[in-house]
Antibody, heavy 121, light 111 residues
Framework: QLQLRESGPGLVKPSETLSLTCTVS??????????WGWIRQPPGKGLEWIGT???????YYSPSLKSRVTISIDTSKNQFSLKLSSVTAADTAVYYC?????????????WGQGTLLTVSS | QSVLTQPPSVSGAPGQRVTISCTGS?????????VHWYQQLPGTAPKLLIY???NRPSGVPDRFSGSKSGTSASLAVTGLQAEDEADYYC???????????FGGGTKLTVL
């Protein structure tokens, strides 16, 4: 069974860079059939797609976050990562990693349990 | 403001049928992109409930069904049960954004 798990610091200061990692188990991140995405959910609010990466390194970012986001992949560790720069309180959210069936159904069929990231001094 | 529009809340008594709408535009649902639905129980991650408009992943009860027409889609829940109380989100692909868009979410309350 595929499993995804997010990991990160939990607390980041304003203006700093947020870094999160998603570790995939039970399947290969190098599969040519799937992409890997980040989605976030501010407290009490809805879901927002942040970006997606393919095993080859191709990336797709939300236009609203593109200037601050970098998503990378490490196939040797079966991990992919998110960096979000110049964070503010508005970036406080639960961050989820998920498997995306881009080019096929464009849905997210497996999700991590999420990690809460708080931006505060 | 979400790209896809959903009602903030719906409710129904046990055993009843409820529907949740999801309205998009010509760059997403209206462009022919599929609609997917997620169920988020309190304190948990979203779970794929319906994919490609009307398909249920293994393990999802057939009480849940989806449909799509034009620039809109709907999720129907029949035979409401207390365990269906959750937030529901629609999602599609948007060609102008080259990425996924979500609805704002609908809270389903079982009375």
């Amino acid at each position: 069974q595929l499993q995804l798990r997010e990991s990160g610091p939990g607390l980041v200061k304003p203006s700093e860079t947020l870094s999160l990692t998603c570790t995939v188990s039970g399947g290969s991140i190098s599969s040519s059939s799937y992409y890997w995405g980040w989605i976030r959910q501010p407290p009490g609010k809805g879901l927002e797609w942040i970006g997606t990466i393919y095993y080859s390194g191709s990336t797709y970012y939300s236009p609203s976050l593109k200037s601050r986001v970098t998503i990378s992949i490490d196939t040797s560790k079966n991990q992919f990562s998110l960096k979000l720069s110049s964070v503010t309180a508005a970036d406080t959210a639960v961050y989820y990693c998920a498997r995306e069936r881009r080019g096929y159904t464009y849905d997210f069929d497996y999700w991590g349990q999420g990690t809460l990231l708080t931006v505060s001094s | 403001q979400s790209v896809l529009t959903q009602p903030p809340s719906v409710s129904g008594a046990p055993g009843q049928r409820v529907t949740i709408s999801c309205t998009g535009s010509s760059s997403n649902i209206g462009a022919g992109y599929d609609v997917h639905w997620y169920q988020q129980l309190p304190g948990t991650a979203p779970k794929l409930l319906i994919y490609t408009n009307n398909n249920r992943p293994s393990g999802v009860p057939d009480r849940f069904s989806g449909s799509k027409s034009g620039t809109s889609a709907s999720l129907a829940v029949t035979g409401l049960q207390a365990e269906d109380e959750a937030d529901y989100y629609c999602q599609s692909y948007d060609s102008s954004l080259s990425g996924s868009v979500f609805g704002g979410g609908t809270k389903l309350t079982v009375l």
